[in-house]
Structure formats: structure tokens, C-alpha cells
């Protein structure tokens, strides 16, 4: 699925799209978060709240094609 049909659906509280969308920017992220913190717990920690905030804020996002700029 394209990222901004992805996002607009995310946005319409599809869980799927919202699974899909962590799947595929989850590694990314966690991968940037252990680089800054050394441990695994921690960045799982910050991963989790980070995907708490995306879905709470994501109406914000007005241009979905700035989705990884946005997110990181």
C-alpha cells in the first residue's frame, strides 16, 4: 500500500493500516533509538511511546509524503 493511502487510513483508525504502517518503520526507528541509548530495553521503551504518539498526533501530519521526516 502507498504510504499516503497507508497514512490516510491510519488516520480513519484502521488498525491494519496502523499495523502495517509500525511494520514497516518500526526497525528504522528502533535501530536510530539504540544507537543513541545502548540499550535495548530503553529503545523498546522509546518505540513504544513513539507509536503511541504517531497514532495520537498523525492528524497533524498534513503532507503524508513528510511521514518519515515527521516521525523521526
Known amino acids: 500500500m502507498e504510504l499516503t493511502e497507508l ?3 491510519v488516520k480513519q ?5 496502523f499495523e502495517e504502517l509500525y511494520n514497516q518503520y518500526y526497525p528504522m526507528g528502533f535501530s536510530l533509538s539504540l544507537q543513541f541509548v545502548k540499550n535495548e530495553s530503553d529503545a523498546l521503551d522509546i518505540m ?7 497514532y495520537s498526533k498523525l492528524e497533524s501530519l498534513e503532507d503524508a509524503s513528510k511521514f518519515k521526516s515527521w516521525y523521526m
Not at 483508525?13 to 493500516?17: E, I, K, S, V
Not at 513504544?48 to 504517531?54: G, P, R
Open 13 to 17: 483508525h484502521d488498525r491494519q493500516a
Open 48 to 54: 513504544q511511546d513513539a507509536f503511541i504518539t504517531v
Open 7 to 9: 497514512i490516510e487510513k
